[in-house]
């Protein structure tokens, strides 16, 4: 069975960093290890080296092309990966959102109590992302800096919708109960806190994970 040499798998990985300008290091080693497993695989068929070296990096070379969703110019391969892991979390919390919106309207008749309760709610993107800054970290990896990233769009995002709630409220105390329109900024505002809570979760989980390996 035919195993990279050392200077093989220092070869890629100087590749990588000259012509894709991988910035994280793990990133770059999961990256790393996942072309030179191929790559080994293609040795052991028959290939040469510089062979199966062209014969991989043309098979990924899309994927390897940093994402417009990330950070530091960060591969598809990657954010794609980690984008797909958070998606079935996402649908269960906007189900769980919906279900939330759905009991509160139906317990709460006062239309203006339950703009209230989502503007309260609405604050909390706002302050998981000021957490979130805060913090004095020792380091930095790909996917600390993403949830980061996020968290901070998602607490922007908040406050320009807190803005448009807050407008709502004014009018509305003095003309009607806007039914439809007070479900609606409840249910956004319940899943944008439930994805900033399930972002900054993530993001503490793998800063401890990691941090004992580093420090």
């Not at 990256?31 to 510089?50: K, P, R, S, T």
């Not at 994927?63 to 110019?73: E, T």
């Amino acid at each position: 069975m035919k195993v990279l040499s050392t200077n093989q798998i220092q070869h890629i990985e100087e590749f990588l960093i000259s012509q894709y300008n991988i910035k994280y290091q793990d990133t770059r080693d999961e990256v790393l290890d996942h072309l030179a497993c191929e790559i080994e695989e293609l040795m052991n068929e028959g290939a040469y080296f510089q062979e199966a070296f062209k014969i991989t990096f043309s098979k990924w070379h899309s994927q390897l092309k940093p994402s417009i969703w990330a950070i530091n110019k960060t591969p598809k391969l990657i954010v794609n990966q980690l984008a797909k892991k958070d998606t079935k979390s996402l649908i269960a919390l906007f189900t769980l959102a919906i279900l939330t919106a759905f009991i509160i309207n139906y317990t709460i008749n006062d239309q203006l109590l339950i703009l209230q309760i989502a503007l309260m709610i609405m604050a909390i993107p706002m302050m998981v992302a000021g957490y979130v800054i805060s913090k004095r970290n020792t380091y930095s990896s790909f996917t600390t800096d993403y949830y980061k990233e996020h968290l901070k769009v998602l607490g922007g995002f908040s406050f320009l919708v807190l803005d448009g709630m807050v407008v709502l409220y004014y009018y509305y105390a003095k003309t009607f109960a806007i039914t439809y329109v007070n479900i609606a900024f409840l249910l956004l505002a319940l899943f944008l806190a439930n994805w900033s809570i399930y972002f900054a979760i993530k993001r503490d989980a793998q800063y401890n994970k990691v941090r004992p390996t580093i420090l």
